[in-house]
């Protein structure tokens, strides 16, 4: 079974400028999940799809931030204009519906602000 | 306070040694708990669900204490590749809150 896929991997940037990172999930898994990782923390939930309907984005910083789930698979997260604290690690994660199942994860993108 | 706090650690131990985990927990109505497991420039992955009744997977156990509002991660005999971060993961609602995690190295 594949896993969770995202891309690209690495991603430096100016501040002020936009930048956009993709998730596949597992295929069949209905909820998606995008995490924001400071190094030396936790995973900070940004957002969670239910197939292609938000369930929770109360920590999604929505004057930069904009994710979207169409079709109920793929998904896209972008920040625009990024800022310095937005140096991060983004993980993308994905489980079946009816949780709290098992979150899979994928690679993350790492992303620096200059 | 934090929803879900861990030590930071690092903890530092030997061989074979047994070290403990704990994490507290500030949602007296949090549903369930999990230690995920991170390595360096990793993603998580589940290491094990916590159980009311306690859980045990070979060298690992699990505990929820609901009153005081902490799980612990025991890890008996304790191998060069249990080195990593265990990150402590509350559940409220679908609404998981991961802890900083608590980094674990072990030495030969």
């Known amino acids: 079974e594949a896993g969770v896929a995202q891309s690209p991997r690495y991603k430096i940037i100016e501040k002020r400028q936009s930048v956009a990172f993709w998730c596949n999930p597992i295929?069949?898994?209905?909820?998606l999940y995008w995490y924001q990782q400071i190094l030396g923390q936790g995973p900070k939930l940004l957002i969670q799809?239910?197939?292609?309907?938000?369930?929770?984005d109360s920590q999604l910083p929505k004057d930069r931030f904009s994710a979207e789930r169409l079709k109920g698979v793929d998904s896209t997260l972008k920040i625009q204009p990024a800022k310095l604290e937005d140096s991060a690690v983004y993980l993308c994660?994905?489980?079946?519906?009816?949780?709290?199942?098992?979150?899979?994860f994928g690679p993350g993108t790492r992303l620096t602000v200059t | 306070r934090k929803e879900v706090e861990q030590d930071p650690g690092p903890f530092n131990v030997p061989e074979g040694a047994t070290v403990a985990f704990n994490c507290t927990y500030s949602?007296?109505?949090?549903?369930?708990f999990f230690w995920y497991r991170q390595d360096c420039r990793k993603e998580p992955k589940l290491l094990m669900s916590?159980?009311?009744s306690g859980n045990e997977d070979g060298r690992f156990t699990a505990q929820l204490n609901r009153a005081s509002q902490y799980i612990s991660l025991l890890i008996r005999d304790s191998k060069l590749s249990d080195s990593a971060t265990y990150l402590c993961?509350?559940?409220?609602?679908?609404?998981?809150?991961f802890g900083a995690g608590t980094r674990l190295t072990v030495k030969p």
């Open positions: 994660a994905s489980s079946r519906s009816g949780g709290p199942y098992e979150q899979y």
């Open positions: 295929s069949g898994h209905a909820t």
């Open positions: 949602n007296s109505a949090s549903q369930s």
């Open positions: 993961v509350v559940n409220n609602n679908n609404d998981m809150r």
């Open positions: 799809f239910q197939n292609n309907g938000v369930v929770d």
């Open positions: 916590v159980y009311s």
